[in-house]
């Protein structure tokens, strides 16, 4: 069984006696803050100038500077901008205002297991990765609960980089739900292949190939968004509350015997062997390098994707269905359509 922590195995009073800069105030970066500050911690938020996030910050009342300013002030720094700006606002605005005894820590490790960011001798190193996304964590906090976090050390130069770890897991909820040990390379590679394989990327591509295949057979495309897209959530519901079991438990028979007999034709052996190949890219770095090459040369092959995806079919008409339904007025909703998480 992984090592687990919870409320008990922290002590907040860690986190509340340094001061903790959040680099970011976008989903994870405004969570973490508001959830630090309402904890009873020390928080700055560091913003490049002319930010868009800032008046999103000033608005809560929190104290924002420019990068260089609040990692100079602090001595405990998380970085949450994209993965893919992290190491552009290291070498500009943090690294040279380290000092012995800080810590930096990170929600994704992908800038330190492809080395693209390196802490100078004197810093620790952790990592506090909240597994939800970042309304949900300030959501569940307010609620009095948590979302479940992982968390790692990846350099303990002062020897109590897992007791700050562990307190600003705390702080930001995380260990109400519980928190898992793990290592920089296991939630990097991990997080990277859940996402590009089943999370997102699968998922994504399997609802798509299913609209697909329903209405070039020619049904309704709107009683296909229904059957392949919408009732998704039901069934992800009951999976994450009870196991896969759960979900078949709930089911019908029909879609019990359907999912045994069916589900391996679509999802067989060759899907397992492309996944593997998934996880070889992410393993050998190609997956990163591909990231970082192409957001380094303006994100040429990130934007024509994202339009080419934006383009398909079912984007039309879910847009359409939804705004005849009033399940989706909801705050993500609204917080999505602004742009910028
Ligand atoms: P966002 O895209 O939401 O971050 C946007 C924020 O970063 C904005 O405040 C933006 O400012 C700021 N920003 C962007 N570029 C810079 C820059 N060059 N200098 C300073 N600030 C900048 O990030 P996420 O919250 O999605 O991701 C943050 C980290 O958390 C990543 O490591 C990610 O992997 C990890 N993570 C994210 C999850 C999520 O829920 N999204 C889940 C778990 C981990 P402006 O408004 O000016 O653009
Ligand atoms: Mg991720
Ligand atoms: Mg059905």
Request: net charge negative; with cysteine.
């Amino acid at each position: 069984m992984a090592d687990m922590f919870y409320d008990d195995n922290a002590d907040l009073s860690i986190i509340q006696g340094r001061k903790v800069a959040v680099i970011g105030f976008g989903s994870q970066g405004h969570a973490h803050a508001l959830n630090l500050r309402d904890s009873g911690v020390d928080v700055r938020i560091g913003l490049k100038e002319g930010s868009k996030s800032r008046a999103k910050a000033e608005e809560q009342g929190l104290t924002v500077g420019t990068v260089d300013e609040v990692a100079q002030w602090a001595d405990v720094i998380m970085i949450l901008t994209p993965d893919q700006h992290q190491r552009t606002v290291f070498a500009e605005s943090i690294k040279d205002n380290l000092k012995d005894g800080d810590v930096l820590l990170f929600a994704h490790g992908f800038n330190i297991r492809y080395n693209y960011i390196e802490a100078p001798k004197g810093v620790d190193v952790a990592m506090v990765a909240p597994k939800g996304p970042g309304h949900t964590v300030r959501r569940e906090y307010e609620a009095g609960r948590g979302v479940p976090v992982i968390v790692a050390v990846e350099h303990n130069e002062s020897g109590s980089a897992w007791d700050i770890a562990l307190s600003y897991a705390k702080a930001i909820g995380g260990l109400r739900a519980g928190g898992i040990r793990t290592t920089f390379t296991e939630e990097t590679e991990t997080d990277l292949f859940g996402e590009q394989a089943v999370l997102c990327g699968g998922m994504s591509h399997l609802v798509q190939a299913g609209f697909e295949t329903l209405t070039e057979a020619g049904y309704q495309p709107e009683i296909a968004y229904f059957e392949v897209l919408h009732e998704l959530k039901l069934i992800v519901d009951l999976m994450v509350e009870g196991g896969i079991s759960k979900q078949r438990w709930s089911i019908s028979d029909t879609a019990e015997f359907g999912d045994y007999v069916s589900g391996p034709r679509v999802v067989d052996e060759n899907v397992k062997k492309n996944m593997k190949a998934v996880l070889e890219d992410i393993q050998n770095g190609d997956f990163a390098k591909r990231f970082i090459d192409d957001q380094d040369g303006g994100a040429k092959e990130f934007a024509e994707l994202r339009e080419k995806e934006a383009a398909h079919p079912i984007e039309g008409v879910g847009k359409e269905l939804r705004g005849m339904f009033s399940w989706n007025a909801n705050q993500l909703d609204s917080d999505y359509t602004e742009g910028s998480a």
